[in-house]
């Protein structure tokens, strides 16, 4: 799979693309995350990439010519551009699922007070935000999408399974789980585990992450047969 990421910010990837899975991923061709500056499809001395909104207000926009001319160098047929934004739907792993099935991903990472609204009627198939809160950018809120995908690519991971046991792939939280020593500072694991009943530990599994879910994520259960 492919990544083509547009930011102000290259520096900021550096970090979370060369650990653990990420770097593993990278480096065995899993998949390949390009990162481009915007400012580097700018054409004036100063490179800039923003200006003020018509109609006033305050704050910067991004300029559509930079954007427009990143994408358009970068897109294929089967590319799916992405952008980034506050504004954008909820980010999932349903989400996160349905960009692992593409070939070609595009993100966009807005900055400032956002970007020229013709970039999103042109150019832009999905829009967005990885929660309700505002970052000062797009940038690791792109790179949350990539590592949340990137994982879920076949062997990315070493277990598949444990992709498929996720919380809210299963659409419930993961209950407690418990490794060595079975006693540690008087706190012990509890007996079923130790049981080696499989059936058994497979039930309490089930009924403590259901548990769970219902205390902290109710809205997860919402609909669902419990
Ligand atoms: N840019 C700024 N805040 C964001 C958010 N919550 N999600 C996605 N992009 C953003």
Redesign the pocket.
Known sequence: MEFDILTLFPGIFTGPLDESILKRARETGLVQIRVHNLRDFTHDKHRVVDDRPYGGGPGMLMKPEPIFEAVEKLQRPESCVV????Q?KP?TQAQAGLFAGKPHLIII???YEGVDERVREALVDEE???????????A???A?VVDAVTRLLPGAIGHEQSAADDSFATGMLEGPQYTRPPEFRGMKVPDVLLSGDHGAVEKWRVNEARERTRQRRPDLLEGKQT
Not at 83 to 86: A, C, E, I, S, V
Not at 128 to 138: K, P, Q
């Open positions: 952008l980034m934004t506050p954008g980010f990472c807005g900055h967005i935000s990885i929660g309700d809160y505002v970052l000062t950018n797009g690791l809120a792109a949350v």
